[in-house]
Each structure stands twice: as structure tokens, then as C-alpha cells.
């Protein structure tokens, strides 16, 4: 009886306890809270008119700490950015400090420490930081027009893509997967700033659905690359007489001793029914090449590049499905060039079967394509539009070209 006596006054004792820092905990909360509430009303910073300045004493406070979600965030991008660097992943108030100083972001409150990490401030920070061009997709039906520029930006590199309701909720806290993906993007930055891409192609890599801007361009953008491109609309890999080769695109760059670190190239769409398949030439010396046929243009291209460019990376995309010929046609011409860059040891981006971007189903061709007024108002399934480029080309080869620098 004694045990059980005193077993109930040690339970008893213990609910107590509990009950008392439960309240202690709340009072604390709601002190805090009123707080904040109060200086926000009456600090300098809620006048976003005014030149803001930082507020030393809330640096000292010690209420910025790198474990908050925003901290580690802004820790991550500015030093991807190459913009600063900052050593101690833990000083919350030299990460805000700096965020501030860089112009990432344009008020220090209180309130940061309650606000959770979410889209629209990952997309107003990482525009500023990197340095984005204003771009857009198209209309964001859930985003305010004082939103638009950053968050259209965002969606247009393939950070946050919209979904078929055209929402891309800028509101919504990033979750720890989340997180890792756009960690995986600022790796890549950090990887890849300030290297040169060299591309050759058609009008795919060239942008022509996108106002010029294609592969290559998208890829050099978004992670702070240069990029010569010489692609050329309506290019092939086989002689079609007044229209480009894809051959004489790389003479002409090496005629102007153009240097690299990567190159990026597509071809084929335009010899698709259009010049002879040729035969593959199991050699790797292609001097004699015959390049009027599109098997004998392909291997002739990657030999000159392999030539010119010794040890430079290249990665091949081959595009989507689209609604333009035969499918055993398109079939036929892009699996063999897939065996020709496997020959090469090239890698290669095969959208048509890793993607679900098979534009002979409209409403993906009316979505993802462009409509060229020239032939009226249809879209024409072969080039992407921003959305397309966004959703479908980006992520992949992006993946593919990082791996070169031994980054995923």
C-alpha cells in the first residue's frame, strides 16, 4: 500500500510540473507575440517608402538564429551566389546582416522569426541574388499582380512550373523535399557560374517558340553561364541544300576559335523524311564523311567537335514527340541517333521517351507549344513555348549537364 501510496503522489507531482510549464510556455508565446506585434507597429521598417536601415539592437537580440528556416536559406543562396561568403552557418545575424547589405531582401523585423519559409520569399530572394531577367510563362491564376515579376520568373527557369490550373502557390511553405530540389539548383549555380556553353542545333535549341531563347540560353541563364549560340532554325544534321547544317555551324565557330567548357547540341527533327538515313560507319575517323546524309552529317559533327574541343563535354538532346511525321519515321531517326551518340560515348537527353511531352495529344501540343500566326491560330506541336521549355527540357538536361561537372 506504501508503494502504490507513493506512486500516486510521484504521478501527481509530475502532472503538475507539467501543467505549470505548459502555462509558463504559453505566457511566454503571448509575450513574444504581443511584442512583435507591438514593434512592428511602431518600427522604422514597416515604412517600406522610407530608406531602410538595419536594426543593430535586433541583430543583437540574438532572435535571427541559422536553424530557422529562412536563415538556412539565405545562408545557402548567398553563398551559391558567389555574391559573399559567409563561414559560420550558425550566425543568424551575419546571415541576415548580409542578406540585407546584398539587397536580398529589404526589411529586418521581428516577424521573420515567426514567417515560414515559403515560395514567394525563396522567389523574391533568388531573383535578386542571381540576377534573373524579368520572364514569364504566361498568366498565374493564384498570383497577385505585385507578385508577377518574381514568381513569373521563377516559373519561366522551372523552379516552380505551373500546374494545369496555372497555379503556383506562393504562398506555400517549402517542405523539406522541397527544400533539397532547390538545394540541388543552387549546387548546380555554384558548380557551373561563369562557364562558357557553345550550342548547335535547330530551331528547338534555338528558341524559336520562346523569342530566341532555346536550350542553351535557358541553361546558360539559370546558372550563371555564358552562351555563344549558333544554332540555326531549320538546321539539319544532312545536306538539304539552302538550309543550314549543323556541320557548318561548328566550322564557322571553330574559324572564329571559339572556347568552351560545354556544348550543347540537337539535330534530326529536320532530316526526318527529308535527307537519306545513310549507313553508320562502325570508324571513328570521319574526314570522308559523306555529309548528305544524316546518319554520315551526325557522325561528322561529333567527330569535328570531339576534334576541336578535346576533352569539352557535350550533351545531345533529343527532342520530344511531336505531331510532325510518320511515328516510325521519328522513331526510326531518333533512336539512331541515339546509337550514334551511344558510339560517340556522348551523352544524351532523350526526351521523346523520357518525358510525356507527346504533342500529337492536343490539349499537351495547345499547352506546352507555340502558335505561329504565320499558318494560323493552332499551335504547332514542334516548338515549346516558355511552359514547355519550363516542365519538360529544363529539368533533364539540366541533370545531364551537371553530371559533367560532377554535380546531380
Not at 504521478?11 to 507539467?18: D, P, V
Not at 545557402?76 to 550566425?91: F, H, M, T, V
Not at 531517326?333 to 526526351?351: M, N, Q, R
Amino acid at each position: 500500500m506504501k508503494k502504490t501510496r507513493w506512486k500516486r503522489i510521484g504521478l501527481i507531482a509530475l502532472i503538475i510540473a507539467l501543467v505549470t510549464m505548459l502555462i509558463v510556455g504559453v505566457s511566454m508565446v503571448s509575450a513574444i507575440a504581443k511584442h512583435t506585434s507591438e514593434k512592428s507597429e511602431s518600427s522604422p521598417h514597416s515604412d517600406t517608402s522610407s530608406d531602410q536601415k538595419v536594426n543593430n539592437e535586433l541583430f543583437d537580440s540574438q532572435l535571427f538564429n541559422a536553424t530557422h528556416n529562412r536563415s538556412r536559406w539565405l545562408y545557402d543562396l548567398i553563398n551559391a551566389s558567389g555574391r559573399a561568403k559567409i563561414d559560420n552557418e550558425s550566425d543568424g545575424n551575419a546571415i541576415f546582416r548580409t542578406a540585407y547589405q546584398l539587397g536580398l531582401i529589404d526589411t529586418v523585423s521581428e516577424d521573420d522569426l515567426f514567417r515560414p519559409l515559403d515560395r514567394l520569399f525563396i522567389a523574391q530572394t533568388t531573383v535578386r541574388a542571381l540576377g534573373y531577367p524579368e520572364r514569364t510563362v504566361g498568366e498565374l491564376a493564384d498570383v497577385p499582380p505585385a507578385q508577377k515579376s518574381v514568381m513569373g520568373t521563377m516559373a519561366y527557369y522551372g523552379y516552380f512550373v505551373p500546374d494545369h490550373e496555372d497555379m503556383v502557390y506562393p504562398n506555400a511553405a517549402i517542405s523539406a523535399k522541397e527544400y533539397e530540389r532547390l538545394k540541388t539548383e543552387l549546387n548546380r549555380y555554384r558548380a557551373l557560374k561563369g562557364k562558357k556553353v557553345l550550342a548547335f542545333g535547330d530551331s528547338i535549341m534555338h528558341g524559336n517558340g520562346n523569342h530566341e531563347e532555346g536550350i542553351a540560353v535557358l541553361i546558360a541563364t539559370k546558372y550563371g553561364m555564358t552562351v555563344n549560340d549558333y544554332s540555326v532554325p531549320g538546321a539539319s544534321f544532312g545536306d538539304r541544300g539552302e538550309r543550314s547544317r549543323i556541320c557548318n555551324q561548328i566550322r564557322v565557330a571553330q574559324m572564329a576559335d571559339e572556347k568552351a567548357d560545354l556544348i550543347l547540341l540537337n539535330g534530326g527533327t529536320n532530316d526526318m523524311g527529308h535527307t537519306p538515313f545513310g549507313e553508320n560507319d562502325k570508324g571513328f575517323d570521319m574526314t570522308d564523311a559523306d555529309e548528305t546524309t544524316f546518319t554520315g552529317g551526325m557522325q561528322k559533327a561529333l567527330w569535328m567537335l570531339r576534334m576541336n574541343w578535346k576533352g569539352i563535354p557535350v550533351v545531345y538532346t533529343r527532342v520530344h514527340n511531336m505531331d510532325l511525321v510518320e511515328d516510325k519515321l521519328e522513331r526510326q531517326y531518333g533512336d539512331w541517333a541515339l546509337d550514334i551518340t551511344d558510339k560517340w560515348e556522348i551523352p544524351s537527353v532523350d526526351l521523346y521517351n523520357g518525358t510525356t511531352m507527346n504533342t500529337e495529344n492536343k490539349a499537351i501540343c495547345d499547352r506546352y507549344t507555340f502558335v505561329d500566326e504565320r499558318y494560323g491560330e493552332d499551335h504547332d506541336s514542334i516548338h515549346p513555348n516558355a511552359l514547355g521549355y519550363a516542365k519538360y527540357y529544363l529539368p533533364p538536361i539540366a541533370k545531364a549537364v551537371a553530371e559533367q561537372f560532377n554535380e546531380v
